[in-house]
C-alpha cells in the first residue's frame, strides 16, 4: 500500500521564516556575485583567450605557455565588478596587453626605430564569441554559490 501525506505549507510563512535564518550581509552578497563572476569569465572568456593567444604565439619554439597563463581574473573588494587581463606576481606575462592592443611606431632616446607591434585583438574576439555563454555561466554559478551559502549558513546556525 503507497503511502500518502497531506501537506500544506503556507509559503509566505516559510519565506519569512526562510528570510530571517538566512540574511545575507552586503558583504556576503558581494562575495557570492563576485565569485560567480569570476568563476564564469575563467571557463568562457579567459579560456577562449587562452586559446587564441596561444595560436598566435604557438610559432615559436622557445614558447613555455607563461603568456597565456597569465590571463586571468581578479574580482574587487568592494564593487560587484571582476577585472579581465594579465596578472602580475609569479605570472610572466605582464606585457599582454601589449600583445592585445599593439603599439604605435617605436624609437629610443637617440632616435632609432625599434619598429612596432601590431594587435591581436584576442580579447575582443573571445568576449564577442563567449558572450551569451558568460551570461549563461554566471546565472548558473550564481545560483550554485547561493544555494551553498544558504545551505552553509543555515547549518551554523
Known sequence: MPFEANITVNQTDLLKKCKALVDFTNKELLRIYNSALSKASTQTVIKEAR???????????????????????????????????SRTGRY?????????????????KDGNYTGRIIGLDFYAKALQAKSTDLQDKFVEFLRANYVKNVVKKVSNN
Request: avoid cysteine.
Open 51 to 85: 586559446k587564441d593567444l596561444k595560436k598566435f604565439l604557438s610559432f615559436s619554439e622557445d614558447s613555455t605557455g607563461e603568456t597565456a597563463k597569465s590571463l586571468g581574473v581578479k574580482s574587487a573588494r568592494k564593487k560587484p565588478l571582476v577585472l579581465m587581463g
Open 92 to 108: 610572466n606575462g605582464q606585457l599582454i596587453h601589449i600583445l592585445d592592443g599593439g603599439t604605435d611606431d617605436r624609437t629610443t
